[in-house]
């Protein structure tokens, strides 16, 4: 059964940082690319950051320069490091394959202030 539980989100002020991370199971971690993506109030649920299995990374430009994704293929974790946040980032934030495939998980808010 497929598992996938994000975590680290949180309330923060715009210019500050959050380290988001999301742990899998049931799927064969160390073989598929990953990607978070992000889903405000009203808006579509889009990518914000992929990674390969060969950690090979590709981001919005949205995000480019501020998101950094990587993974720990031992742990079955992705993480996504987030600097100089801005109230636009503001979401539920959720790690699915890339494509998405299967169930989501419940994802982590992350609330910016201005």
């Known amino acids: 059964q497929v598992q996938l539980v994000e975590s680290g989100g949180g309330l923060v002020q715009a210019g500050g940082s959050l380290r988001l991370s999301c742990a899998a199971s049931?799927?064969?971690?160390?073989?598929?690319?990953m990607a978070w993506y992000r889903q405000a109030p009203g808006n579509e649920r889009d990518v914000v950051a992929q990674?390969?299995?060969?950690?090979?990374?590709n981001y919005p430009d949205t995000v480019q320069g501020r998101f950094t994704i990587s993974r720990d293929n031992t742990k079955k974790t992705v993480y996504l490091q987030m600097n100089s946040l801005k109230p636009e980032d503001t979401a539920v934030y959720y790690c699915n394959r890339y494509p998405p495939l299967g169930q989501w998980g419940k994802g982590t808010l992350v609330t910016v202030s201005a």
């Open positions: 990674i390969t299995a060969i950690h090979t990374t």
């Open positions: 049931g799927i064969p971690f160390n073989l598929v690319p």
